[in-house]
């Protein structure tokens, strides 16, 4: 393909808006090619449209987050919800371990929702679950290990429990739409603005969390919670808060600093 084509094919996926396919991704291989295999200069490139710019998009939403008290808020009012639904009240235990599912390992939606039991591993105090989700792998997707400690395990445990133990298929019994319109009923319930990702925030919130936890180590943030590269993390899930850069200014200037310790938990 020449460059002018290039050109014209990021048009189409601006203008038609193709399914699957990240204009930025895509902009960025077909720049990368031309550079490295072609020689061709970065000024030829941008005056035909294939700029390293960052689409105006991409990290929006790096600041979204629930706080605590809506965390607690949103289970309150999903178990009330619940608890008034004959179909969904036998699974209540199964819909309140979700949210916390999602929060400790920062599993997309679609992921976790394909998560099956059979691929739980149970140890004295500890669970390991393996996921397919994103990432830059085969077909765009990967294996991820997902480690289940603590509170989490408990209420997985109980999710199991009261629907008899079962040794095989789904760990969440639900579908898509269905977890959609739910959690919108309990952010409204809750007096919580709908987030423009009902449930996606919790990944957001995720990394936030623990990124705070850990004093904003992107590192062990990608390595524990699901990230192929820390690049996508900072940009995309984990901006740092103005709180925290000026905690991070205060101490390079010298300046006494009164800082919080921070807990990576629901």
């Known amino acids: 393909m020449t460059i002018e084509e290039c050109a014209n094919f990021l048009s189409e996926i601006k203008n038609k808006k193709i399914k699957g396919l990240s204009r930025y991704q895509v902009k960025q291989s077909i720049r990368s090619w031309f550079q490295l295999i072609h020689g061709v200069n970065s000024e030829t490139l941008n005056s035909k449209g294939i700029d390293g710019e960052v689409e105006s998009h991409l990290g929006s939403k790096a600041y979204d987050r629930l706080t605590k008290e809506q965390r607690h808020a949103f289970i309150k009012a999903l178990k009330e919800i619940i608890e008034k639904d004959e179909d969904e009240k036998p699974f209540l235990d199964a819909w309140i371990s979700l949210p916390y599912f999602l929060y400790y390992t920062a599993t997309r939606i679609n992921a976790t929702l394909d998560a099956y039991i059979e691929n739980l591993e149970r140890y004295e105090n500890k669970w390991i679950i393996t996921v397919v989700d994103k990432g830059r792998h085969k077909k765009g997707r990967k294996k991820w290990r997902k480690l289940i400690i603590g509170e989490l395990k408990d209420k997985l445990q109980k999710n199991l429990e009261l629907r008899d133990n079962p040794k095989q298929g789904k760990l969440f019994p639900f579908c898509y739409k269905n977890v959609r319109e739910i959690f919108i009923k309990a952010y409204e319930k809750a007096k919580i603005p709908i987030p423009k990702q009902p449930c996606h925030i919790w990944r957001h919130t995720s ?23 820390t690049r996508t993390l900072k940009k995309c899930y984990g901006a740092i808060t103005e709180t925290q850069k000026e905690i991070i200014l205060r101490r390079a200037m010298g300046e006494p600093i009164k800082e919080i310790k921070k807990q990576f938990g629901f």
Do not use: H, I, P
């Open 207 to 229: 990394a936030q969390d623990f990124l705070d936890a850990t004093n904003w180590n992107y590192e062990l943030c990608a390595q524990t919670l699901g990230w192929e590269d």
